[in-house]
């Protein structure tokens, strides 16, 4: 079982930055694919980057060239950096790891894009 527990989220100004942070728990086994989902007000839920554990990452094209995922494996944790935020980017961001089962999702945190 793993927990995924997300920070970082809050207010950040429009052209700002933030960061997010993933950090994961538990027997930390057979996950093939990491990566970060939002939910805007009023919206379903919509994927924002996937990084497979094959080398390939995938990004939503409303955030190419301002977001980039990386992680630490030695702190089994996952990052989220988001630059040139826009108020679009508001929403509750999801931790999200993917494995042969059901993935596992953090709690969600809200980031707020506002002036």
């Known amino acids: 079982q793993v927990q995924l527990a997300e920070s970082g989220g809050g207010l950040g100004q429009p052209g700002g930055s933030l960061r997010l942070a993933c950090a994961a728990s538990g027997t930390i086994t057979g996950i093939n694919a990491m990566g970060w989902y939002r939910q805007p007000p009023g919206k379903q839920r919509e994927l924002v980057v996937l990084s497979t554990n094959g080398g390939s990452t995938n990004y939503a094209d409303s955030v190419k060239g301002r977001f980039t995922i990386s992680r630490d494996n030695a702190k089994n944790t996952l990052y989220l950096e988001m630059n040139s935020l826009k108020a679009e980017d508001t929403g509750v961001y999801y931790c999200?790891?993917?494995?042969?089962?059901?993935?596992?999702w953090g709690q969600g945190i809200q980031v707020t894009v506002s002036s």
């Open positions: 999200n790891y993917k494995r042969r089962g059901p993935d596992y």
